[in-house]
């Protein structure tokens, strides 16, 4: 099973409406919500961190959210990376460079934030292009519907 840690702030850096957000929390709720419906019907470990503490807590399923008090969220990754038991099995999702730079030596695979935001973006691309019917003709659907 793949494991997923994710630079929650960094992250949030890269995407311009979650950045440009004036609320932290906001943007922290927002992003989590994005996660938890990316990897819904994945099997995956997901844990999502950020800088600081935590300001009410953000419910979603599947995404064990942590935060990193007075220490920085990148100790806590590389203590999280460096208590996993399959380094091999785990995807850093980060562009801090001493982030990266760490993960790559334990083993583990990274993704830079940038290039996961574009797998996002992908994602919610196809899942509204297959909520939208195909060939959606519309005089058919008002005599079905019974609408002139």
Known sequence: ?????????NLIGKIDFLK???????????LALILE????HKKVKVSL???????????VSG??????????????IKKEIE???????????SSDLEVIS????CGCKVLKSEEFFNQLNQFETKKQNSEKPINFDTDEYKKLFGIE
Request: aromatic fraction near 12%; charged fraction near 30%.
């Open 1 to 9: 099973m793949l494991h997923y840690i994710i630079d929650g702030n």
């Open 20 to 30: 440009n957000l004036e609320d932290k929390q906001s943007a922290r709720e927002k």
């Open 37 to 40: 419906r990316f990897f819904t």
């Open 49 to 59: 961190h950020f800088d600081g503490f935590e300001n009410a807590p953000i419910k």
């Open 63 to 76: 995404i064990k959210i942590k935060y990193s008090f007075n220490n920085s969220a990148d100790e806590i």
């Open 83 to 93: 208590n996993l038991r399959n380094t091999k099995s785990a995807v850093v999702i």
């Open 102 to 105: 760490f993960a790559k030596v």
